[in-house]
């Protein structure tokens, strides 16, 4: 749906409006990532 592909000429329109709005909500552009990681370790007997 947001490839260059697929929005043709509205790439640099879709790419203002998104910076637009991602500076609403962090003015400082920093934006932080929560990532959780899990494993499982199984043993045959």
Do not use: Y
């Amino acid at each position: 749906m947001t490839s260059p592909q697929a929005l043709g000429e509205r790439v640099p329109a879709f790419e203002a409006e998104l910076r637009g709005t991602l500076l609403k909500l962090s003015p400082e552009g920093v934006f932080s990532e929560v990532v959780e990681i899990g494993g499982l370790i199984a043993r045959r007997s």
